[in-house]
């Protein structure tokens, strides 16, 4: 901004020399002009005094000749009296320059004498010699007064004027340039300001202000600077803020996302895209898709949307991800202003979740249809025997009537276990909270079963924390007990032993249930909870189970905010320990 200062102030002074240059021309050749007019006006009143003081004589040949040389050595002048017929009469002899040949300039003016009317005629012959003639008559006489003079100090004369112009314009511009300079300051600073501010938000800067303490037009300029870079600095927070909650939506939408320009090459990805693919973002971004989707079912969409400009929803089971998945695609063409194409965009929604609860819900159908029918066949079959003739029969009649009464049972306790799952599982469900002694409710629970342990010869071994009570729900508690120790009871040979044993830890308390049965493998340890899974279908449906009892009890312990966890060695036994809170209000 310097340099703009500096040019400026030279051009300012480059202008103000140049007119000042041309003003001091000016008034130098005014001066000189006025001088010379000034002199040649008193040199011609001279001439009307020697042309008066000649008119006086008598006559020319009776010439006062002392009157005339006093007269030449007080104008400093040479005075030449000529007749009409151009013969000198008098000649002072002095006041001119010696290279200046008197007497052929005399010869010369001697051709060309003025007349009476025209008065005084004057005949320069350099810039130093002038000479003046008048025409003049004495005694009917006439002739004519010449009057020669040389100004050598013309030349000083000059010289002065220039000087004394010189020292003024000199002064004066020292002066312009001391003001120019303050002044030129005065208004480039709040430009250089300014423009210092815009160069600062150009750089991104856009607290960048500059100051407001002028009323004219640059405060004018400083005042609109500024309003840009608050409207500036406004729009690009607006801007980063906009851009932070996109950034966070695109990464946190739970859905993999990559958008891939016209030409091809993918510009944008997030991290579920990343974290389905078991890809790194340095990888992909800026790669054509073509490399980077390995699936060709997946291709095949991007280019399908490629080729229609459509939009495209299909679901793909890709083989590419860990874990294999489900994934539903939906691709859109990006279409900008003016209807310029711009390329695609392609969302994966991970649908395995879906497709699991899916396969859940047929399972749960296909089982639920399996269990129901195999009852209501047996039934059926055994009464159609029945009203066929067998129920003629004693023995028949009895043993029929007996296993339809079993049947009749199983499918009883079927749908009592699909209502009660039902019921645990709505979200509505609520407990009847109450003081609930562990020690009671156990003690309880092995009476009901008891029988059903004695026909396997099995004991019951109870070790309780005398402080175990805790706040739940009895009944439901209760269920629970009775599922797992039945559960115990099927999967434990005969002559087996069950340990219940209550812990207490801080805030929680700790419920083992052990048997000494079959135990089960490692990978089915993680569907014993799941709707009619069996361990060993055989026996537990020989056994009346119905497959759900573990699936309500593992409802019923998380609603009270408990958890249920299961370990098992093959033909050494079970384990489930059950962790509850002693006060439910915590959790509520």
Not at 71 to 88: F, Y
Not at 323 to 331: A, F, S, T, V
Not at 389 to 402: C, Q
Not at 512 to 528: A, C, L
């Amino acid at each position: 901004m310097s340099s703009f200062r500096g040019r400026l102030l030279f051009a300012l002074i480059t202008l103000i020399f140049l007119v000042l240059i041309g003003l001091g021309i000016l008034i130098g050749e005014l001066v000189k002009s006025y001088y010379l007019n000034a002199l040649h006006s008193r040199l011609e009143r001279e001439v009307d005094i020697v042309i008066d003081q000649t008119e006086r004589q008598s006559s020319f040949e009776e010439l006062n000749l002392s009157d005339f040389n006093q007269l030449s050595d007080v104008l400093d002048t040479r005075i030449s009296i000529l007749d009409q017929e151009g013969v000198i009469i008098y000649d002072s002899g002095m006041g001119v320059s010696e290279t200046v040949n008197h007497e052929t300039i005399l010869e010369e003016i001697s051709q060309t004498f003025p007349d009476q009317e025209e008065g005084i005629v004057q005949y320069p012959q350099n810039d130093q010699t002038f000479y003046y003639a008048g025409a003049v008559e004495t005694a009917g006489e006439s002739g004519y007064v010449i009057m020669a003079t040389s100004f050598n100090e013309l030349g000083d004369v000059y010289r002065q004027i220039w000087i004394i112009l010189s020292i003024t314009l000199g002064i004066a511009m020292l002066i312009i340039i001391f003001l120019g300079a303050r002044i030129t300051s005065q208004y480039t600073k709040p430009i250089e300001s300014a423009t210092k501010v815009a160069i600062e938000l150009a750089k991104g800067n856009y607290k960048a202000r500059t100051f407001e303490d002028r009323v004219d037009e640059t405060g004018m300029l400083s005042n609109a600077i500024n309003v840009l870079a608050r409207n500036l600095q406004e729009m690009v927070n607006d801007q980063a803020v906009q851009q932070d909650r996109l950034q966070t939506l695109i990464e946190n939408m739970g859905s993999g996302l990559i958008m891939i320009d016209k030409q091809g090459y993918i510009v944008l990805v997030n991290r579920p895209f990343l974290s389905f693919f078991q890809m790194d973002l340095k990888e992909i971004l800026n790669e054509r898709y073509k490399d980077v989707f390995h699936d060709p079912r997946v291709r095949e969409i991007a280019e399908e949307v490629f080729m229609t400009e459509q939009r495209v929803r299909k679901q793909v089971y890709t083989e590419s991800t860990i874990p294999k998945r489900h994934l539903e695609i939906y691709g859109a063409p990006i279409i900008g202003e003016r209807s310029a194409w711009q390329g695609i965009v392609l969302v994966f929604h991970d649908i395995s979740e879906l497709k699991k609860l899916e396969q859940m819900r047929k399972d749960f159908v296909a089982n639920v249809s399996h269990e129901v029918k195999t009852p209501i066949t047996s039934i059926k079959g055994f009464t159609e025997t029945l009203l066929d003739g067998a129920m003629n029969d004693r023995d028949a009649l009895d043993s029929f009537l007996t296993i339809i009464l079993k049947e009749s049972d199983r499918l009883q306790m079927l749908i009592q276990d699909l209502l009660d799952l039902s019921k645990v599982e709505q979200q509505g469900f609520k407990l009847s909270l109450s003081e609930v002694n562990l020690s009671d409710l156990l003690e309880e629970v092995k009476m009901v079963i008891g029988q059903r342990a004695a026909e396997k010869k099995m004991h019951i071994v109870l070790e309780l924390d005398p402080k175990s009570v805790i706040e739940g729900d009895f009944d439901r508690l209760k269920q629970v007990f009775i599922n797992l120790l039945n559960n115990a009871i099927t999967y434990s040979y005969n002559e087996g032993e069950i340990k219940v044993k209550t812990v207490r830890r801080g805030d929680r308390m700790l419920i083992h249930v052990i048997d000494n049965g079959i135990g089960m493998e490692k990978e089915e340890i993680s569907r014993i909870f799941e709707r009619f899974y069996r361990v060993d279908k055989a026996r537990s449906r020989n056994s009346g189970g119905t497959g759900l009892g573990l699936a309500i009890v593992k409802h019923i312990v998380e609603v009270h905010h408990g958890e249920i966890q299961a370990t098992s060695q093959v033909g050494k036994g079970t384990t489930f320990t059950i962790d509850l809170p002693v006060e439910q209000d915590k959790w509520n």
